[in-house]
Nanobody, 124 residues
Framework: QVQLVESGGGLVQTGDSLRLSCTAS????????MGWIRQVPGKEREFVAG????????YYADSVKGRFTISRDNAKSTVYLQMNSLKAEDTAVYYC?????????????????WGQGTQVTVSS
């Protein structure tokens, strides 16, 4: 069992940067692949970025490629999402999620554990 707690959301302006953090409780954090998924009310969830257990392999949605960076610190059981050049369309609730298999996947349904979400609002 893994519990995930996100932090770092907030209200920023277009072009600003923000870093989200997600800290996991439980053991064997490095055995989990981690992902960031976002959701806007009334729209489907979008897989934003993912990273495998070792931190070597990453994946980004086309909508954020070149602007967002996912990373992890297994010693701190924490995964990060650095978001630069934010746009109004990045406004959403961002969720951190963990996949038991450790293999990087971009399929949202493959993630087993979820955090409570953190709101990111980008004003134009």
């Amino acid at each position: 069992q893994v519990q995930l707690v996100e932090s770092g959301g907030g209200l920023v302006q277009t072009g600003d940067s923000l870093r989200l953090s997600c800290t996991a409780s439980g053991r064997s954090f490095s055995s989990y692949a981690m992902g960031w998924i976002r959701q806007v009310p009334g729209k489907e969830r979008e897989f934003v970025a993912g990273i495998d257990g070792s931190g070597i392999r990453t994946y980004y949605a086309d909508s954020v490629k070149g602007r967002f960076t996912i990373s992890r610190d297994n010693a701190k059981s924490t995964v990060y999402l650095q978001m630069n050049s934010l746009k109004a369309e990045d406004t959403a609730v961002y969720y951190c999620a963990a996949n038991r298999g450790g293999v990087l996947r971009s399929v949202i349904s493959s993630y087993d554990y979820w955090g409570q979400g953190t709101q990111v609002t980008v004003s134009s």
